[in-house]
């Protein structure tokens, strides 16, 4: 049932129509649809406690995105509830029914799973305890949701064929929750008669200072999938062992924790559905920023400690790739000068060999030591290891192969002495080293020639595609920015580059590439290269095997399925092989009408006749299809598609449904938020100095179409959040005192009635609001006043175009509600020259 079929616009108003933004806003935060290798026990998922171990199977989930943060969501909803005028519970009630829709379209496990916790626990992080208006407004959100008996028997059967013997109602579970949070009063609802809260699972967790033994944590994470009651206490608890592991540098535990986490992305993707990403990586870049090595220790320890650190830093490695951070360093990390930031800023798609001129003396002496232990018949002594900071280790790796092939080309060594040495660094402790040698071994492959892609791939990535992100190519294979970066034009490398005629850049010989293959291939099909490596390398691989002068051989053979073993759709981005890049501007076309004017009618009508969706997409918002046409076509196509549904379907009564999905899709990231050219800002300078006054004018023939062309530039400037905005309401997030419900969780209320609050609290809330309306305003005040003077010059051809009439008396009435922005500055200097006419005319 869609709870949103039999909704119009004379029935019930703005309540009904809430549904189109809320809506995609819930499939924004968790609806990309992949597969995912995920080792959880079968109890795991079908809802047993969890403690069960972890077995290897493939399973499919629902992309996590940490790009749209908490308090990005709290705005969103705030906002909607002031545009439409729209009571707290009604807000409430429509963010529930959007995602239990998402919920009963989900048709695996894992995506239920995810689902679920957005419905159970993610809403409890956007209010606070012990306010009673809070109260009254689930307490009626939840009455009001149980008359929706069709989406939530729909979620009631997909749930129970997780587990047919424990059949979960899932309004039961909602209210439970509330309960046990304190959000509900007792004996205010009567779903909750003969409820028992069951006791707080993240207890057992609790060792009061000592180290968790190593099967609490698979426990701890096991439980963590099942538990929806103590859900968001479990997280907390992962990320307070990763903390205390951090401080204590207690490498064992942190090792098993990082391990467990790697191995199971299901847990990784709670953790960032419910924290944000500084939640782990801020522990673990402390620890990469200060571990080193003690010349006392003994070289068990020491082996621990490089291989602890190595496991540390591929989590990290993997965490910044699978939610596409690469970007967003500044934000997520903390230490601006620390090893870890510097490296990753520097390195997140490739570790650049360093020349020997410019390595410190130390780096220079580390160096020295390594190549000459490598290739001595004595090897690498236990005082080296004991003494190698890992680090510098890991900084000097690709410079320590360059300089060993050069001393193979050489003659100083053979291929054979070559190979053993580099053995080496396929021991445990080592084989974080190999991050970079394998990096630097793709990069050289992929600019040995002018051509960096296979036969039949474009040249040209998706537009705004940047160094330090992982790419997919039209196909949907995963493209190294490396081969972004080689795939230039022949003429273009030629005189850039200094390629000759015959492919081969200047200066690389035919046998030093085929030595270089002749590693790499060597390297990567050894049994004894870890999957966890393969993995995390998956893009340089894939780009580096690619390449036109690789030979296909029997080892080829075997990397592939290796490859294919240790990654297999790892990465959410996978997914995407789904779309047709010719094709992008028609899907996303009809895919919008679909919404608008069918929901979830059009796919159920699918799905029975046996149809394919969109993009093989089990959801009827497929939001991963509209980030791909903005990542392929660019913003301004991207918002001509947008504007032209959009007139189109101004001529049904569905239109303002349209204008408020329109506004959703304009304001709501979609990338990270290193990419400002796909951001909502760029979307929307697009949309007011470009598409609105390219495409539209042949297209606006109607009052109507006018009317609500301007109601969704108006409510896509309502609900834009810059960037100074969010990071002004994450400032006061952690300077605010930490929440009763979850440390991590936004710290204020949706509905804080100042009328309820203390004098101080009230000064001090209206000032906060008086800053963030000022912001808002500063931010979207160039595009007001641009509006005001290109509607007067359209002024002639409003009179004789109904279209333009409509949409310019639309404007004036947003308009009317935002009076021009009078800045503190010019309030400073209009005061002034009051008081300098005041002091005049006395003086006379």
């Known amino acids: ?14 309540e009904a129509l809430a549904a189109a933004d809320l809506m995609y806003l819930a499939y924004s935060m968790a609806s990309w649809t992949s597969l995912t290798m995920s080792p959880l026990s079968d109890k795991a998922l079908n809802g047993d406690d969890g403690r069960s171990k972890a077995k290897n199977q493939p399973s499919s989930t629902a992309r996590i995105r940490p790009v749209v943060p908490d308090v990005f969501i709290v705005q969103r909803l705030k906002d909607v509830q002031r545009i439409k005028a729209l009571e707290l519970d009604v ?27 957005l419905v159970l626990v993610k809403p409890y992080y956007f209010v606070q305890i012990a306010r009673r208006q809070i109260c009254d407004a689930i307490e009626s959100a939840l009455r009001q949701l149980s008359f929706y008996r069709g989406i939530l028997n729909e979620c009631d059967e997909s749930i129970a064929e997780d587990s047919p013997t424990d059949r979960i109602d899932i309004l039961k579970a909602i209210a439970t ?6 959000l509900i009063r007792p004996n205010q609802l009567d779903i909750l008669n003969g409820v028992v809260i069951p006791q707080d699972s993240s207890i057992d967790y609790s060792f009061n200072g000592q180290t968790l033994p190593f099967d609490a944590i698979d426990d701890l994470c096991g439980r963590t999938l099942s538990d929806f009651e103590h859900q968001e206490k479990l997280v907390n608890r992962i990320v307070q062992v990763c903390e205390d592991a951090c401080a204590k540098k207690d490498v064992s535990t942190l090792s098993k924790l990082c391990e467990t986490l790697d191995d199971n992305p299901l847990v990784l993707d709670l953790i960032h559905l419910l924290c944000s990403p500084s939640a782990l990586l801020v522990p673990l870049e402390s620890f990469i920023n200060n571990l080193q090595q003690n010349e006392e220790d003994d070289i068990d320890t020491c082996n621990s400690n490089l291989e602890g650190f190595g496991i540390v830093l591929i989590l990290v490695m993997n965490i910044i790739r699978r939610y596409e951070l690469a970007g967003c360093l500044d934000t997520v990390l903390k230490g601006k000068n620390g090893f870890c930031y510097l490296w990753l800023h520097r390195t997140s798609s490739t570790v650049p060999v360093s020349s020997i001129q410019s390595m410190s003396p130390e780096l220079q002496a580390l160096m020295g030591r390594w190549i000459t232990a490598l290739f001595d018949s004595m090897g690498i002594s236990d005082d080296l290891i004991q003494t190698s900071k890992p680090q510098m280790l890991l900084e000097i790796s690709p410079s320590i192969f360059e300089q060993s092939l050069a001393a193979c080309q050489a003659g100083v060594i053979d291929s054979t002495t070559l190979t053993s040495g580099l053995d080496y660094f396929l021991q ?12 630097y071994l793709c990069e050289e492959i992929l600019f040995s020639t002018t051509t960096s892609y296979s036969a039949g791939t474009p040249a040209l990535g998706p537009v705004g595609a940047t160094a330090g992100q992982s790419m997919l190519s039209p196909a949907g294979l995963v493209i190294s920015p490396l081969a972004l970066r080689g795939g230039k034009p022949y003429q273009q490398m030629s005189m850039s580059s200094g390629v000759t005629h015959s492919g081969q850049r200047s200066g690389k010989s035919v046998a030093s590439v085929a030595m270089l293959q002749s590693s790499l291939k060597s390297l990567l099909a050894g049994e004894a290269f870890p999957a966890r490596l393969m993995r995390l390398l998956k893009s340089e691989i894939v780009a580096a095997l690619e390449h036109q002068t690789l030979e296909n051989d029997h080892q080829i053979g075997i990397i592939q399925e290796r490859l294919e073993a240790a990654s297999f759709n790892y990465y959410p981005w996978s997914a995407s092989d789904a779309y047709d890049v010719s094709k992008l501007e028609q899907q996303t076309s009809l895919a919008f009408e679909a919404i608008v004017l069918g929901g979830r009618t059009t796919l159920i009508a699918k799905r029975e006749k046996a149809w394919p969706a969109f993009g093989g997409s089990c959801y009827h918002i497929d939001v991963d299809l509209f980030r791909t046409t903005l990542c392929y076509l660019g913003p301004a196509q991207f918002v001509t598609i947008i504007l032209k549904r959009l007139l189109k379907v101004a001529l049904t009564p569905n239109g303002r449904r349209a204008a408020e999905l329109g506004a959703a899709m304009m304001t709501t990231p979609l990338k990270g938020c290193g990419d400002p050219h796909l951001a909502p800002q760029s979307l929307l300078w697009t949309l007011m100095y470009q598409t609105l006054w390219i495409p539209v004018p042949g297209r606006l023939e109607t009052f109507a179409q006018g009317k609500i062309l ?8 309502d609900l834009f959040q810059s960037r100074t905005l969010m990071q002004l309401r994450q400032k006061q997030q952690q300077q605010a005192a930490p929440s009763p419900i979850s440390v991590h969780a936004p ?3 949706m509905d804080v009635d100042s009328g309820h609050l203390p004098i101080s609290r009230t000064k001090h809330h209206a000032t906060v609001a008086s800053q963030e309306q000022l912001e808002r305003d500063a931010a979207v005040e160039p595009f007001r006043v641009m509006l005001d003077q290109r509607l007067k010059e359209l002024e002639p051809i409003a009179r004789d175009g109904p279209g333009f009439e409509g949409f310019a008396q639309g404007m004036r009435q947003y308009r009317e509600r935002h009076p021009p922005l009078s800045l503190p500055l010019q309030q400073q200097q209009q005061q002034q020259q009051q008081q300098q006419h005041q002091k005049k005319a006395r003086q006379n």
């Open 710 to 717: 301007a109601k969704f530039v108006g409510m896509t400037l």
């Open 747 to 749: 710290l204020e209320a």
């Open 91 to 117: 807000v409430l009630l429509q963010f529930w029914l959007a995602s239990l829709t998402g919920l009963a379209e989900s048709n695996t496990p894992s995506q239920r799973l995810i689902w679920k916790s």
């Open 428 to 439: 445990p402790c080592l084989l974080f080293v190999l991050i970079g040698v394998v990096q």
């Open 1 to 14: 049932m869609d709870p949103w079929a039999n909704s119009t616009e004379t029935e019930g108003g703005a």
């Open 177 to 182: 929750g509330c309960y046990a949070r304190g």
